[in-house]
């Protein structure tokens, strides 16, 4: 995994499908363009979740995934 420059950490551990890509979007509206949000879930179904909801928004680019022990670690960049 690469270190990304962090701008804000979105907390969403122990919520399930569909809250975390409701507020990773929700924290993205109020980035600057370029900044970065890091997204810590544990609902395995965040990798694929917020991989299509990143695929399918106009304005941010998925920048890596992590699947740790306990925790999926989302990085998110606002693109415009």
Do not use: I
């Not at 804000?8 to 900044?35: F, H, R, S, W």
């Amino acid at each position: 995994m690469t270190e990304h420059e962090v701008t804000q950490t979105l907390d969403v551990k122990g919520e399930n499908c569909p809250m975390p890509v409701v507020k990773t979007k929700q924290n993205v509206d109020q980035l600057a363009e370029g900044d970065v949000l890091e997204v810590l879930a544990t609902d395995p179904g965040s990798m694929s979740d917020l991989g299509g909801w990143a695929d399918t928004t106009d304005g941010v680019e998925l920048l890596d995934q992590a699947e740790g022990e306990d925790v999926f670690k989302h990085y998110v960049r606002k693109t415009e």
